[in-house]
DNA sequence: CGGTATCCACTGAGATACTG
DNA sequence: CAGTATCTCAGTGGATACCG
């Protein structure tokens, strides 16, 4: 039987839930052009706290996403870099994001008419 | 100056942050076969509650995303559709839900084997 | 049928401070 | 540099019941 995100058993779901959190789209974006470390990011994804950076990317490296390397220097260095499943998840995003960039302006002028006639 | 979904001040977060509920994308899914009424929307998405699939809707009619129409009879029959705007992001979100229902199954065994070594 | 109303719980996320 | 540790809070989403 063909997959189905509609349907709340379907492990489709989980990946619509990664998603479909504040910041990991966002990172994943980040790191489409190559390696990265973490302050690296911290700049690049605006007002992220480390924090939640931490969490996001625990979540996508546990997820198989991003590749975690840690060297054995003082100061401290880690990489972070997509996995070839993270690559591939970069096409639909990049989708989106195409279309976000286009027509976000498009969205928030309906949105403003729409709260006008409120 | 080109767009940056990076920057958080930028419109296109915004267009991410609509996304990125929990209902929104698998709703424009539902909807991404034509007209449904208020009910069929709740059968298709599994598990979301009346509350809930109201003000998702709300969300996306306010953003110009989806149409409702309402017929002045007894009982009642309302119909919800994609606009042009919201057809146009479908291409993008079915990107996404077919990579979803590719991969999921390779995030999943990711997610255990990481889980497995904790 | 197509919603509202109410109330509640949980988690995602932020601020701040600190450490190996 | 690359995080952790706490604490806190708001917003999102859920359960249940009811209404025009």
């Known amino acids: 039987m063909r997959k189905n995100v509609l349907d709340p058993a379907c492990p489709s779901r989980v990946v619509l839930n990664r998603i479909g ?10 790191l489409s052009d190559g390696v990265h470390r973490f302050s690296e990011l911290r700049e690049r994804v605006g007002e992220v706290t480390p924090k939640v950076l931490t969490q996001t990317l625990r979540g996508l490296e546990r997820d198989g996403l991003v590749d975690r390397t840690v060297y054995a220097v003082v100061p401290p260095k880690v990489e972070y870099r997509l996995t070839d499943l993270g690559r591939s998840l970069l096409e639909p ?7 976000a960039e286009r027509n976000a302006d498009a969205m928030l002028e309906a949105r403003e008419r729409a709260d006008a006639e409120a």
């Open 21 to 30: 959190d504040k910041w990991t789209l966002l990172i994943v974006i980040a």
């Open 93 to 99: 995003i990049a989708a989106v994001k195409d279309w």
